[in-house]
Nanobody
Framework: VQLVESGGGLVQAGGSLRLSCAAS????????MGWYRQAPGKQRELVAS???????TYADSVKGRFIISRGNAKNTVYLQMNSLKPEDTAVYYC????????????WGQGTQVTVSS
């Protein structure tokens, strides 16, 4: 299974970016897909996740600004990031979970998001 992210870049504070992630390979069922991020010197944190049924969750720090969604092809996930802040600067990783009782099984290579003040 391979996850490929795209859409990162440099944006000014207050701007928007949209991240995309596509999963390929032998996947029977996807329980959930999510976006994590890791800033320099900080632990990786869950930003948002969405289940196969469409239930989404968000970190408090991004609620009201970020929107996670699934594509028509259920192996794709997007993260619309609005009202970006410098503290959103991080490497963003896409992740896929096969079963609800497991940690995320597969990870993308990461895409850099940099928000300038």
């Amino acid at each position: 299974v391979q996850l490929v992210e795209s859409g990162g870049g440099l944006v000014q504070a207050g701007g928007s970016l949209r991240l995309s992630c596509a999963a390929s390979g032998s996947i029977v069922t996807i329980n959930a897909m999510g976006w994590y991020r890791q800033a320099p010197g900080k632990q990786r944190e869950l930003v948002a996740s969405i289940t196969g049924g469409g239930t989404s969750t968000y970190a408090d720090s991004v609620k009201g600004r970020f929107i996670i969604s699934r594509g028509n092809a259920k192996n794709t996930v997007y993260l619309q990031m609005n009202s970006l802040k410098p503290e959103d600067t991080a490497v963003y990783y896409c992740a896929l979970r096969l079963r609800p009782d497991r940690q995320y099984d597969y990870w993308g290579q990461g895409t850099q998001v940099t928000v300038s003040s």
